[in-house]
C-alpha cells in the first residue's frame, strides 16, 4: 500500500508561483508512474503534468512553459513548481502514483489564484 500526501497549495495573486510536493510512504515501488491533475470547481480532473516509469515528462498545453513537475527517489517525493499562475489554474490539485496493477491518490490540495 502506498500513501500518498501533497501539500504547498494556497491563495496567490496572478502571476505569483508555487511549489506543490507529493510525498509518498508505504511499499514504494521505482516503476511507478506519476502525474499531477487538477479540479476546478465544476470541472472533470484533467491531467496536468506526468513522469513516466521511464522519466519522461509531459505537460498539458494550458500550463507547457509555466509548470515544471520534477522527482526526488530519495525522498519518494514529487513536485510541481508553478510559475506565472492565472485565475484559471484555481483548481485542486491531486498526485497520483500507479502502475499496472496499482492506482493511488493523494487527498488533494486547494491552489486559488485571486488577485
Known sequence: QVQLVESGGGLVQPGGSLRLSCAASGSIRSI????????ALGKQRELV???????????ADSVKGRFTMSRDGAKNTVYLQMNSLKFED???????FYDEFNDY???GTQVT???
Open 49 to 59: 503534468a506526468h513522469i513516466s516509469s521511464g522519466g519522461s515528462t509531459n505537460y
Open 90 to 96: 484555481t483548481a485542486v490539485y491531486y498526485c497520483r
Open 105 to 107: 491518490w493523494g487527498q
Open 32 to 39: 511507478y508512474a506519476m502525474g499531477w491533475y487538477r479540479q
Open 113 to 115: 489564484v485571486s488577485s
